[in-house]
Protein backbone atom coordinates (compact mmCIF):
# COMPACT_ATOMS: atom_id res chain seq x y z
CA UNK A 1 0.00 0.00 0.00
CA UNK A 2 1.63 3.28 -1.32
CA UNK A 3 1.23 6.38 0.16
CA UNK A 4 -1.08 8.43 -2.23
CA UNK A 5 -3.42 5.11 -1.53
CA UNK A 6 -2.88 5.89 2.07
CA UNK A 7 -3.22 9.82 1.52
CA UNK A 8 -6.45 8.97 -0.15
CA UNK A 9 -8.13 6.82 1.87
CA UNK A 10 -7.06 9.53 4.65
CA UNK A 11 -9.32 12.20 2.52
CA UNK A 12 -12.14 10.30 2.26
CA UNK A 13 -12.55 8.85 5.47
CA UNK A 14 -12.80 12.94 6.40
CA UNK A 15 -15.36 13.45 3.76
CA UNK A 16 -17.50 10.35 4.50
CA UNK A 17 -17.56 11.30 7.92
CA UNK A 18 -18.95 14.93 7.53
CA UNK A 19 -22.42 14.42 7.50
CA UNK A 20 -22.38 11.90 10.46
CA UNK A 21 -20.72 14.46 12.48
CA UNK A 22 -22.92 17.22 11.88
CA UNK A 23 -25.94 15.03 12.50
CA UNK A 24 -24.23 13.63 15.64
CA UNK A 25 -23.41 16.75 17.22
CA UNK A 26 -26.84 17.97 16.95
CA UNK A 27 -28.22 14.99 18.45
CA UNK A 28 -25.85 15.32 21.31
CA UNK A 29 -27.13 18.49 22.13
CA UNK A 30 -30.44 17.36 21.77
CA UNK A 31 -29.55 14.53 24.28
CA UNK A 32 -27.59 16.89 26.61
CA UNK A 33 -31.22 18.56 26.78
CA UNK A 34 -32.74 15.32 28.00
CA UNK A 35 -34.58 14.93 24.80
CA UNK A 36 -34.24 11.38 22.74
CA UNK A 37 -35.29 12.05 18.98
CA UNK A 38 -35.11 9.21 17.07
CA UNK A 39 -36.15 11.12 13.74
CA UNK A 40 -32.54 11.93 12.81
CA UNK A 41 -32.94 10.10 10.09
CA UNK A 42 -36.21 11.70 7.92
CA UNK A 43 -34.83 14.33 9.19
CA UNK A 44 -31.68 14.37 6.84
CA UNK A 45 -33.68 13.18 4.13
CA UNK A 46 -35.58 16.28 4.23
CA UNK A 47 -32.60 17.94 4.23
CA UNK A 48 -30.63 16.39 1.27
CA UNK A 49 -34.31 16.69 -0.99
CA UNK A 50 -34.96 20.26 -0.10
CA UNK A 51 -31.66 21.37 -0.13
CA UNK A 52 -31.32 19.41 -3.81
CA UNK A 53 -34.44 21.17 -5.24
CA UNK A 54 -33.76 24.33 -4.21
CA UNK A 55 -30.37 24.06 -5.10
CA UNK A 56 -31.12 22.75 -8.42
CA UNK A 57 -33.76 25.95 -9.50
CA UNK A 58 -31.95 28.62 -8.03
CA UNK A 59 -27.99 27.56 -9.17
CA UNK A 60 -27.27 28.57 -5.43
CA UNK A 61 -25.50 25.97 -3.06
CA UNK A 62 -25.82 28.47 -0.12
CA UNK A 63 -29.98 28.66 -0.11
CA UNK A 64 -29.79 25.03 -0.80
CA UNK A 65 -28.03 24.14 2.42
CA UNK A 66 -30.21 27.23 4.04
CA UNK A 67 -33.46 25.51 3.14
CA UNK A 68 -32.09 22.23 3.90
CA UNK A 69 -31.45 23.11 7.45
CA UNK A 70 -35.16 25.18 7.79
CA UNK A 71 -36.17 21.93 6.23
CA UNK A 72 -34.36 19.84 8.99
CA UNK A 73 -35.98 23.07 11.93
CA UNK A 74 -39.58 22.66 10.98
CA UNK A 75 -39.26 18.83 11.10
CA UNK A 76 -37.88 19.30 14.27
CA UNK A 77 -40.50 21.67 15.51
CA UNK A 78 -42.98 19.07 14.69
CA UNK A 79 -41.36 16.52 16.56
CA UNK A 80 -41.24 19.17 20.03
CA UNK A 81 -44.75 20.11 19.51
CA UNK A 82 -45.94 16.49 19.26
CA UNK A 83 -43.81 15.00 22.36
CA UNK A 84 -43.21 18.63 24.22
CA UNK A 85 -46.49 19.96 24.35
CA UNK A 86 -48.96 16.53 23.64
CA UNK A 87 -46.38 14.60 25.65
CA UNK A 88 -46.33 11.72 23.47
CA UNK A 89 -43.57 9.24 23.60
CA UNK A 90 -40.18 10.57 22.75
CA UNK A 91 -39.63 7.16 20.83
CA UNK A 92 -42.51 6.58 18.63
CA UNK A 93 -42.73 10.37 17.71
CA UNK A 94 -39.14 9.86 16.26
CA UNK A 95 -39.61 6.61 14.47
CA UNK A 96 -42.87 8.20 13.07
CA UNK A 97 -40.86 10.99 12.13
CA UNK A 98 -38.55 8.99 10.06
CA UNK A 99 -41.03 7.24 8.67
CA UNK A 100 -43.09 10.65 7.50
CA UNK A 101 -39.46 11.70 6.40
CA UNK A 102 -38.56 8.81 4.60
CA UNK A 103 -42.14 8.78 2.56
CA UNK A 104 -42.35 12.67 2.19
CA UNK A 105 -39.04 13.14 0.90
CA UNK A 106 -39.34 10.41 -2.15
CA UNK A 107 -43.19 11.88 -3.00
CA UNK A 108 -41.37 15.85 -3.55
CA UNK A 109 -38.51 14.33 -5.19
CA UNK A 110 -40.02 11.96 -7.26
CA UNK A 111 -39.61 14.16 -10.05
CA UNK A 112 -35.71 14.81 -9.33
CA UNK A 113 -34.62 11.58 -9.49
CA UNK A 114 -31.22 11.26 -11.79
CA UNK A 115 -31.14 14.54 -12.07
CA UNK A 116 -27.82 16.37 -11.16
CA UNK A 117 -25.38 19.28 -10.51
CA UNK A 118 -22.37 20.97 -9.54
CA UNK A 119 -21.26 20.33 -6.36
CA UNK A 120 -19.69 22.25 -3.63
CA UNK A 121 -15.71 22.83 -4.83
CA UNK A 122 -13.32 22.57 -2.27
CA UNK A 123 -11.27 25.42 -0.46
CA UNK A 124 -7.23 24.71 -0.45
CA UNK A 125 -5.95 26.74 2.60
CA UNK A 126 -3.20 28.50 1.01
CA UNK A 127 0.36 27.18 2.26
CA UNK A 128 -0.82 24.59 4.59
CA UNK A 129 -2.80 22.48 1.27
CA UNK A 130 0.87 22.16 -0.11
CA UNK A 131 2.22 20.11 2.54
CA UNK A 132 3.30 16.36 1.54
CA UNK A 133 0.51 14.09 2.48
CA UNK A 134 -1.01 15.91 5.65
CA UNK A 135 -2.06 19.03 3.36
CA UNK A 136 -4.45 17.23 1.16
CA UNK A 137 -5.87 15.10 4.32
CA UNK A 138 -6.46 18.10 6.69
CA UNK A 139 -6.27 21.25 4.53
CA UNK A 140 -8.15 20.65 1.00
CA UNK A 141 -11.53 20.24 1.93
CA UNK A 142 -14.54 22.15 0.89
CA UNK A 143 -15.82 24.45 3.77
CA UNK A 144 -18.36 22.32 5.38
CA UNK A 145 -15.64 20.06 6.54
CA UNK A 146 -14.13 22.67 8.40
CA UNK A 147 -17.31 24.05 9.49
CA UNK A 148 -18.07 20.90 11.05
CA UNK A 149 -14.92 20.78 12.50
CA UNK A 150 -15.09 24.43 14.12
CA UNK A 151 -18.88 23.60 15.05
CA UNK A 152 -17.41 20.39 17.60
CA UNK A 153 -14.53 22.97 19.20
CA UNK A 154 -17.45 25.05 19.90
CA UNK A 155 -19.36 22.76 21.40
CA UNK A 156 -16.79 21.45 23.62
CA UNK A 157 -16.40 24.86 25.04
CA UNK A 158 -19.84 25.89 25.28
CA UNK A 159 -20.27 22.09 27.41
CA UNK A 160 -17.16 22.43 29.26
CA UNK A 161 -17.11 26.37 30.04
CA UNK A 162 -20.62 27.91 29.31
CA UNK A 163 -23.01 29.13 31.71
CA UNK A 164 -25.25 28.20 29.09
CA UNK A 165 -23.92 25.12 28.24
CA UNK A 166 -24.71 23.75 32.53
CA UNK A 167 -27.64 25.26 31.40
CA UNK A 168 -28.57 22.70 28.91
CA UNK A 169 -26.67 19.34 31.24
CA UNK A 170 -28.90 20.64 33.79
CA UNK A 171 -32.35 20.69 32.57
CA UNK A 172 -30.98 17.35 30.88
CA UNK A 173 -30.33 15.76 34.14
CA UNK A 174 -33.55 17.33 36.06
CA UNK A 175 -35.73 19.20 34.62
CA UNK A 176 -37.77 19.48 38.01
CA UNK A 177 -35.29 20.88 39.47
CA UNK A 178 -34.19 23.09 36.53
CA UNK A 179 -37.75 24.65 36.71
CA UNK A 180 -37.64 24.70 40.38
CA UNK A 181 -34.83 27.10 40.72
CA UNK A 182 -36.28 29.15 37.43
CA UNK A 183 -35.13 27.48 34.26
CA UNK A 184 -37.59 27.96 31.30
CA UNK A 185 -36.78 24.19 30.91
CA UNK A 186 -38.95 23.72 27.61
CA UNK A 187 -37.47 26.95 26.03
CA UNK A 188 -34.46 25.05 26.26
CA UNK A 189 -35.00 21.60 24.79
CA UNK A 190 -36.60 23.44 21.95
CA UNK A 191 -33.93 24.75 21.59
CA UNK A 192 -31.66 22.06 21.06
CA UNK A 193 -34.69 20.12 19.41
CA UNK A 194 -34.26 22.65 16.77
CA UNK A 195 -30.43 22.96 16.38
CA UNK A 196 -30.64 19.13 16.38
CA UNK A 197 -32.88 19.49 13.29
CA UNK A 198 -31.06 22.30 11.52
CA UNK A 199 -27.94 20.14 12.06
CA UNK A 200 -29.60 16.70 10.41
CA UNK A 201 -30.79 19.32 7.83
CA UNK A 202 -27.51 20.06 6.79
CA UNK A 203 -26.28 16.60 7.14
CA UNK A 204 -28.43 15.68 4.21
CA UNK A 205 -27.71 18.39 1.99
CA UNK A 206 -24.07 17.71 2.50
CA UNK A 207 -24.54 14.13 1.10
CA UNK A 208 -26.98 15.73 -1.84
CA UNK A 209 -25.37 19.04 -2.79
CA UNK A 210 -21.89 17.46 -2.05
CA UNK A 211 -20.23 13.82 -1.67
CA UNK A 212 -22.73 13.34 -4.51
CA UNK A 213 -24.56 16.16 -6.17
CA UNK A 214 -27.60 14.56 -7.01
CA UNK A 215 -30.92 12.76 -5.06
CA UNK A 216 -32.08 9.77 -4.99
CA UNK A 217 -34.59 7.73 -2.91
CA UNK A 218 -33.37 7.14 0.71
CA UNK A 219 -29.96 8.55 -0.50
CA UNK A 220 -29.25 8.65 3.40
CA UNK A 221 -28.71 5.09 4.07
CA UNK A 222 -28.91 4.80 7.34
CA UNK A 223 -26.46 7.72 8.53
CA UNK A 224 -28.97 9.15 10.48
CA UNK A 225 -29.15 5.94 12.39
CA UNK A 226 -25.34 5.29 12.69
CA UNK A 227 -25.15 8.94 14.20
CA UNK A 228 -28.04 8.03 16.93
CA UNK A 229 -25.42 4.92 17.89
CA UNK A 230 -22.12 7.06 17.80
CA UNK A 231 -23.74 9.89 20.40
CA UNK A 232 -23.88 6.78 22.95
CA UNK A 233 -20.67 5.43 21.34
CA UNK A 234 -18.77 8.91 22.33
CA UNK A 235 -20.66 8.56 25.78
CA UNK A 236 -21.95 11.99 24.72
CA UNK A 237 -18.93 14.06 24.57
CA UNK A 238 -18.19 15.64 21.83
CA UNK A 239 -14.46 14.86 21.26
CA UNK A 240 -15.32 11.27 21.04
CA UNK A 241 -17.89 12.06 18.58
CA UNK A 242 -15.27 13.40 16.30
CA UNK A 243 -13.12 9.86 16.43
CA UNK A 244 -16.35 8.18 16.30
CA UNK A 245 -17.72 9.87 12.96
CA UNK A 246 -14.37 9.45 11.52
CA UNK A 247 -14.37 5.79 12.68
CA UNK A 248 -17.93 5.44 11.20
CA UNK A 249 -16.70 7.26 7.68
CA UNK A 250 -13.67 5.04 7.63
CA UNK A 251 -16.29 1.91 7.61
CA UNK A 252 -18.32 3.36 5.31
CA UNK A 253 -15.96 3.18 2.01
CA UNK A 254 -14.10 -0.20 3.29
CA UNK A 255 -16.30 -1.69 0.99
CA UNK A 256 -14.74 0.03 -1.68
CA UNK A 257 -11.06 -0.22 -0.60
CA UNK A 258 -11.17 -4.23 -0.20
CA UNK A 259 -12.88 -3.95 -3.29
CA UNK A 260 -10.05 -2.10 -5.04
CA UNK A 261 -7.64 -4.85 -3.15
CA UNK A 262 -9.64 -7.54 -5.48
CA UNK A 263 -11.49 -9.35 -2.05
CA UNK A 264 -14.07 -11.93 -4.31
CA UNK A 265 -16.63 -10.80 -1.48
CA UNK A 266 -19.96 -9.53 -2.94
CA UNK A 267 -20.34 -5.78 -2.83
CA UNK A 268 -23.38 -5.76 -1.10
CA UNK A 269 -22.01 -7.82 1.99
CA UNK A 270 -19.03 -5.50 1.67
CA UNK A 271 -21.56 -2.74 1.71
CA UNK A 272 -22.81 -3.77 5.26
CA UNK A 273 -19.61 -3.09 7.32
CA UNK A 274 -20.46 0.36 8.99
CA UNK A 275 -23.96 -1.36 9.99
CA UNK A 276 -22.39 -4.62 10.81
CA UNK A 277 -19.79 -1.96 13.17
CA UNK A 278 -22.63 -0.01 14.18
CA UNK A 279 -24.32 -3.08 15.94
CA UNK A 280 -21.18 -4.75 17.33
CA UNK A 281 -20.36 -1.21 19.34
CA UNK A 282 -23.78 -1.12 20.65
CA UNK A 283 -23.75 -5.11 22.01
CA UNK A 284 -20.41 -3.82 23.06
CA UNK A 285 -21.61 -0.54 24.92
CA UNK A 286 -25.21 -2.63 25.94
CA UNK A 287 -22.63 -5.03 28.24
CA UNK A 288 -21.88 -1.78 30.77
CA UNK A 289 -24.76 -0.56 32.00
CA UNK A 290 -23.06 1.38 34.18
CA UNK A 291 -20.58 2.95 32.34
CA UNK A 292 -24.24 3.97 30.42
CA UNK A 293 -25.84 5.36 33.34
CA UNK A 294 -22.39 7.37 34.26
CA UNK A 295 -22.94 9.59 31.02
CA UNK A 296 -26.27 9.61 29.81
CA UNK A 297 -28.35 12.29 30.80
CA UNK A 298 -30.39 11.13 33.78
CA UNK A 299 -33.72 12.56 32.41
CA UNK A 300 -33.15 11.37 28.68
CA UNK A 301 -35.98 10.50 27.37
CA UNK A 302 -38.45 11.08 29.97
CA UNK A 303 -41.42 12.74 29.52
CA UNK A 304 -41.51 16.36 31.45
CA UNK A 305 -44.98 17.92 32.60
CA UNK A 306 -44.38 21.47 33.87
CA UNK A 307 -45.67 23.46 35.85
CA UNK A 308 -45.95 27.04 34.38
Known sequence: MDINLITNILYMTIITGTPILFVALGELVCEKSGVLNL???????????????????????????????????????????????????????????????????AFVGIDYIGKGLEGLSKSNIPLLSDIPVLGKILFSHDILVYISIMLAAVLYYFFKNTRAGLIVKAVGESPESSEAIGLPVLKVRYLAILFGGAMAGLAGAYLSLVITPLWADNMTAGRGWIALALVVFASWRVERAIIGAYLFGFMSIMHLILQGFGVSISSNLLATLPYVVTIVVLVFLSKNQARIKLFAPVSLGKPFHSNR
Request: hydrophobic share 60%.
Open 39 to 105: GQEGMMLMGAVFGFIVAYHTESLLLGFTFAMIAGVLMSLLFGVISMHLNANQVATGLALTIFGSGLS
